[in-house]
C-alpha cells in the first residue's frame, strides 16, 4: 500500500519559493517558479482552496472576495519506504 506525506501552503509561500529561483519579486513567474520547484522535489499538486474571504466595500455596497492570500494548494509525495 502507498503511504503519502502531505504539504500545504498558501500563494505567498509558493511565490517566495519562487522569488528564490528567480530573484524577483511580485510577479506572477515566481508563483509558476514556486510550483516548478515544489513539482521537482517530487511533490504532485491535489488541491488548490480558498480558506477565506475578506470583505470589500464599493459604492455597491459590501461584498465578500476571495483574497490571494488565503489562496492554499495542497500537493502530496510518496513517503520514504513506501511501496510503490
Not at 1 to 20: A, C, F, H, P, Q
Not at 22 to 37: H, Y
Not at 60 to 77: A, H, I, Q
Request: proline fraction near 1%; aromatic fraction near 12%.
Amino acid at each position: 500500500m502507498n503511504k503519502w506525506e502531505y504539504l500545504t501552503v498558501d500563494w505567498g509561500e509558493i511565490r517566495k519559493i519562487g522569488s528564490r529561483i528567480t530573484g524577483e519579486d511580485f510577479i506572477d513567474a515566481n508563483v509558476d517558479a514556486g510550483l516548478n520547484s515544489l513539482g521537482q522535489e517530487g511533490w504532485e499538486l491535489v488541491c488548490v482552496y480558498v480558506d477565506g474571504y475578506t470583505m470589500h466595500r464599493s459604492n455597491k455596497g459590501e461584498e465578500m472576495l476571495s483574497s490571494s492570500r488565503y489562496v492554499k494548494y495542497t500537493f502530496k509525495r510518496p513517503s520514504i519506504g513506501s511501496s510503490r
